[in-house]
């Protein structure tokens, strides 16, 4: 049996300033945005990825502190050009750490606005086999782009 990691449940304190971040900045999918009298959810996706980010109110996120999440890692393929691409759209991003040589050792990071963390790493074989071909991403709710 096949087990899928399809979304994170992130703890934010503002919701629409989290959608203005993670879909404007940092170029994520908007999903959805539901709100109805118990709640508001918005789930968004990276470009390319099976997994998603919940922010919202339900009763999960009020539990945890926002800001509290730690190390959540995403893989691109030019570590140098996603980082020059945050830097464009106003995120602050640390500087590129190369740890070892071999595809897979090049980092960067950023923080969202409650300090939730995220750690970039470079895989330069994504450009050659992503994880999710290209044909099968509009299955998913993300944009083929």
Not at 78 to 90: S, W
Not at 104 to 125: E, S
Request: hydrophobic letters at 40%; a negative charge.
């Amino acid at each position: 049996m096949d087990w899928t990691l399809e979304v994170v449940v992130l703890p934010v304190s503002d919701i629409d300033r989290s959608i203005a971040f993670y879909r404007d900045q940092v170029g994520f999918h908007l999903d959805h945005d539901t709100t109805n009298e118990w709640m508001h959810v918005v789930q968004l996706t990276p470009r390319g990825s099976g997994c998603s980010i919940v922010v919202g109110d339900l009763p999960a996120q009020r539990a945890m502190t926002p800001g509290s999440v730690r190390g959540l890692q995403l893989v691109v393929a030019d570590a140098e050009a996603a980082r020059a691409e945050l830097l464009e759209r106003g995120v602050e991003a640390s500087e590129i750490t190369v740890f070892d040589e071999r595809d897979g050792g090049t980092f960067f990071g950023f923080t969202d606005p409650d300090g939730n963390t995220w750690a970039v790493q470079q895989l330069k074989v994504r450009a050659e086999t992503p994880l999710i071909p290209l044909e099968a991403r509009g299955r998913f709710g993300a944009d083929p782009a």
